[in-house]
């Protein structure tokens, strides 16, 4: 009777300290893009508190379809981090938890990037906050600027500027080229692209995501400029099929005048290119102005988490002042709050100031229906790019681009 009662009590022991230690695990998952950022976070929350993260790397292109099936599964992680884009469709199939009082109720809550909150606000719920932050900027060699007879300190700031300045580095001969962007890149020429036609006053979408927009004088004159740039040869010919593997490679070998890049691109160049000397500048519009499109990722609690509380808990951490400059920053990420001080930013690189005033001013589109838009490389804008670009014109792209979105749309 006693070995029972003891092999009792070591049992309820032994599911006791089980429930505890699942209860002090929080699961997170991210997208590969973001592991440069999310390991050592991870290491460093886990080092100093009470609860253990455990993290998952996930491919991005395979990261909306395993989320989807873990909550299908009723198997979901406990904390997610995925392309701000997805936010409103995943809180339109109700796949994350509601969050609006718990991020409201931070103190520095207004001050977080304005393109996740809206990103992730769907009928006037919260869903996340922000994770990781980037920018789109102009990133140009100042070494080429001086050799074509440019001032490296006056980027272009309009697109006659801009076309100037791609000739006359183009001008110094052999394999320089004033540009360069990828041609077969979807989401890709998004991130670059979008901005130029902001900046020109246009868009592609209504503020609700619900109409197409496409067809206007900024669409045009944007994608009026980058077929010039192609058919004066100002860009290499490997841009027309780059989906995306060559987008920062190419600039890095020292011999692209210009080319539309993000935060991360300071970094990656400081460390493994120095020779490479280089200035970051705002994207501006046709007769000037700038914008950015502020993407990133955000960070919340999927529907079914059995960790709520301590998934918040750790979610806080990372927005913590001092977690944004010493782990995001240092690692690739511009800080996702506005009241980080430009003195603290300034000491990881003055370049970053740039990144972060246009995060801070960027744009995001808002719709549940992006992937299908805008990211699908058979999708409508991808091919009225090329259209534009590398076929027949402009003009021709634009109008069977603006039905092909609406029929996406379901509008007219």
Same mark, same amino acid.
């Given at each position: 009777?006693?070995?029972?009662?003891?092999? #009792?009590?070591?049992? #309820?022991?032994?599911?006791?300290?089980?429930?505890?230690?699942?209860?002090?695990?929080? &699961?997170?998952?991210?997208?590969?893009?973001? *592991?440069?950022?999310?390991?050592?976070?991870?290491?460093?929350?886990?080092?100093?508190?009470?609860?253990?993260?455990?993290? @998952?790397?996930?491919?991005?292109?395979?990261?909306?379809?395993?989320?989807?099936?873990?909550?299908?599964?009723?198997?979901?992680?406990?904390?997610?981090?995925?392309?701000?884009?997805?936010?409103?469709?995943?809180?339109?199939?109700?796949?994350?938890? !509601?969050?609006?009082?718990?991020?409201?109720?931070?103190?520095?809550?207004?001050?977080?990037?304005?393109?996740?909150?809206?990103?992730? @606000?769907?009928? $006037?719920?919260?869903?996340?906050?922000?994770?990781?932050?980037?920018? =789109?900027?102009?990133?140009?060699?100042?070494?080429?600027?001086? *050799?074509?007879? #440019?001032?490296?300190?006056?980027?272009?700031?309009?697109?006659?500027?801009?076309?100037?300045?791609?000739?006359? /580095?183009?001008?110094?001969?052999? !394999?320089?080229?004033?540009?360069?962007?990828?041609?077969?890149? =979807?989401?890709?020429?998004?991130?670059?692209?979008?901005?130029?036609?902001?900046?020109?006053?246009?868009?592609?979408?209504?503020?609700?995501?619900?109409?197409?927009?496409?067809?206007?004088?900024?669409?045009?004159?944007?994608?009026?400029?980058?077929?010039?740039?192609?058919?004066?040869?100002?860009?290499?010919?490997?841009?027309?099929? !780059?989906?995306?593997?060559?987008?920062?490679? @190419?600039?890095?070998?020292?011999? /692209?005048?210009?080319?539309?890049?993000?935060?991360?691109?300071?970094?990656?160049?400081?460390?493994?290119?120095?020779?490479? %000397?280089?200035?970051?500048?705002?994207?501006?519009?046709? %007769?000037?102005?700038?914008?950015?499109?502020?993407?990133?990722?955000?960070?919340? /609690?999927?529907?079914? &988490?059995?960790?709520?509380?301590?998934?918040?808990?750790?979610?806080?951490?990372?927005?913590? $002042?001092?977690?944004? /400059? $010493?782990?995001?920053?240092?690692?690739?990420? #511009?800080?996702?709050?506005?009241?980080?001080?430009?003195?603290?930013?300034?000491?990881?690189?003055?370049?970053?100031?740039?990144?972060?005033?246009?995060?801070?001013?960027?744009?995001?589109?808002?719709?549940?229906?992006?992937?299908?838009?805008?990211?699908?490389?058979?999708?409508?804008?991808?091919?009225?790019? *090329?259209?534009?670009?590398?076929? *027949?014109?402009?003009?021709?792209?634009? +109008? !069977?681009?603006?039905? +092909?979105?609406?029929?996406?749309?379901?509008?007219?």
């Amino acid at each position: 009777m006693l070995k029972k009662m003891l092999f #009792l009590t070591s049992s #309820l022991f032994l599911c006791f300290t089980a429930t505890l230690s699942a209860k002090d695990t929080i &699961s997170f998952w991210v997208r590969d893009s973001d *592991q440069a950022i999310a390991e050592p976070l991870v290491k460093t929350y886990n080092a100093q508190g009470a609860e253990t993260v455990k993290l @998952t790397i996930i491919p991005a292109g395979q990261f909306v379809t395993k989320f989807a099936t873990s909550i299908a599964g009723g198997s979901p992680p406990d904390v997610v981090a995925t392309d701000l884009i997805y936010v409103p469709a995943f809180a339109a199939a109700n796949q994350m938890t !509601d969050i609006t009082d718990r991020a409201k109720a931070l103190a520095y809550f207004d001050k977080l990037s304005p393109s996740h909150i809206r990103l992730s @606000t769907w009928q $006037e719920k919260l869903y996340s906050v922000p994770f990781s932050a980037e920018a =789109s900027v102009l990133v140009y060699n100042k070494a080429l600027f001086r *050799q074509a007879k #440019l001032d490296p300190e006056k980027p272009p700031m309009n697109f006659a500027e801009f076309e100037n300045a791609a000739k006359q /580095i183009t001008a110094l001969g052999g !394999d320089i080229k004033g540009f360069y962007f990828s041609g077969s890149a =979807s989401g890709g020429m998004v991130f670059t692209g979008f901005p130029l036609i902001w900046a020109s006053g246009g868009d592609v979408l209504s503020a609700d995501g619900s109409q197409a927009t496409v067809d206007n004088p900024a669409m045009r004159e944007t994608l009026a400029l980058y077929r010039r740039l192609w058919e004066e040869k100002l860009v290499p010919e490997g841009a027309k099929s !780059d989906t995306g593997t060559n987008f920062f490679s @190419t600039f890095a070998t020292g011999k /692209i005048g210009m080319c539309s890049l993000g935060a991360f691109a300071i970094g990656i160049l400081k460390e493994k290119y120095p020779n490479v %000397e280089f200035g970051v500048a705002p994207l501006f519009g046709k %007769e000037g102005g700038t914008s950015s499109f502020a993407g990133g990722d955000s960070i919340g /609690i999927p529907k079914g &988490s059995k960790n709520v509380e301590a998934a918040w808990k750790f979610i806080t951490w990372c927005l913590g $002042e001092d977690v944004q /400059i $010493e782990q995001f920053a240092k690692h690739g990420s #511009l800080p996702v709050r506005t009241d980080i001080g430009s003195a603290e930013l300034s000491k990881v690189d003055p370049r970053y100031l740039v990144c972060a005033k246009m995060m801070a001013e960027g744009r995001t589109p808002y719709t549940i229906k992006y992937n299908e838009l805008l990211n699908d490389q058979n999708g409508p804008w991808l091919a009225m790019f *090329q259209e534009a670009v590398f076929g *027949q014109g402009v003009e021709n792209a634009v +109008k !069977d681009g603006q039905q +092909k979105f609406a029929a996406v749309l379901g509008s007219k």
